[in-house]
């Protein structure tokens, strides 16, 4: 079975290239996304002012599934953030560069080069995002963000038990641009 459209944010691999998914996860993905909807998914996420409020205070997103594939989601929001003012550096084992920033194999190396992040973006599948969150948290991010149509219980418990603000099936960019919208017009918050 090949990973649905459910995700179609999410970064397939590190290697942009699509793998074959195992039914069970596919099915897990799913329900943590459907009980995340249906507030079932029992980990306390951002609310709007706590988006808000973690989008005007962030500096440095880490971009964890980068590539320079201009038609991949991933591209265009690490593009976009960085024309509103955000410091980002991709992280992608498989990219030496991206947008002309030096590309990070992992998240720890990222941080060892450039510092601390405040925000770690996640472009990959819900199944890789435990991972993700257990380097969030060893590295000392503020909040664990999973993009839109990912959902994941166990990185959201991993992120929370561990300090961090959670947020998941949001984009960054999008609701940098509606809390913008929603404030007046007031980019001042990167």
């Known amino acids: 079975m090949v990973s649905s459209n459910v995700d179609s944010h ?12 195992d039914p069970w996860n596919d099915r897990t993905r799913l329900a943590d996304l459907l009980d995340l909807h249906d507030g079932r998914l029992g980990i306390p996420l951002l609310d709007d002012a706590g988006v808000r409020d973690v989008l005007r205070s962030a500096r440095r997103i880490a971009v964890i599934g980068a590539s320079n594939d201009p038609t991949r989601p991933s591209n265009g929001v690490l593009h976009d953030l960085r ?30 080069a ?28 503020s909040c664990l963000w999973l993009q839109l149509g990912i959902a994941s219980r166990e990185a ?33 918050s990167a």
Not at 90 to 111: F, H, M, Q, R, W
Not at 123 to 137: G, I, N, P
């Open 10 to 21: 999410a970064q397939d691999d590190l290697s942009g290239a699509t793998e074959l998914t």
């Open 83 to 112: 024309s509103v003012g955000y410091e980002i550096v991709p992280v992608n084992p498989n990219e030496t560069s991206i947008d002309g920033l030096v590309c990070y194999p992992d998240l720890a190396a990222a941080v060892e």
């Open 156 to 188: 959201g418990r991993i992120a929370l038990d561990g300090g961090l603000k959670v947020v998941m099936d949001r984009c960054t960019i999008v609701e940098y641009r509606r809390m913008v919208r929603l404030a007046g017009g007031d980019s001042t």
């Open 114 to 141: 450039t510092g601390p992040f405040d925000i770690v973006d996640v472009f990959r599948r819900a199944d890789q995002c435990a991972t993700h969150a257990r380097e969030a948290v060893a590295t000392g991010a």
